[in-house]
């Protein structure tokens, strides 16, 4: 990324101006990426928990009723 490609005019000294908006992005971003992440552990906490209360004999089949080795079947 060149110098100049920061979204502002380069009023300010572009360099400081780019340092100073980089770091808060940078905040911004890894925030966003921590909630997302929390996001996913709780989407598959809750799909390991709704498995864990299914009967194993159920918990065998996939979401479209065929068993673990049955998926081959797919393409006739």
């Known amino acids: ?5 920061k ?3 380069q009023s300010v000294s ?4 780019l340092k100073r908006r980089r770091t808060h ?11 997302r992440e929390a996001e996913r552990c709780r ?3 809750c ?5 864990n209360r299914t009967p194993p004999r159920e ?3 996939n979401p479209d009723g065929h068993g673990a080795g049955e998926k081959r079947d797919k393409r006739h």
């Open 25 to 35: 992005i940078r905040g911004l971003e890894r925030q966003g990426r921590w909630r």
């Open 59 to 61: 918990r065998m089949l």
């Open 14 to 17: 572009g360099i400081e101006l």
């Open 7 to 9: 979204g502002t005019s």
């Open 47 to 51: 799909r390991v928990m709704e498995i």
């Open 43 to 45: 989407l598959i906490r």
């Open 1 to 5: 990324m060149t110098i100049g490609q």
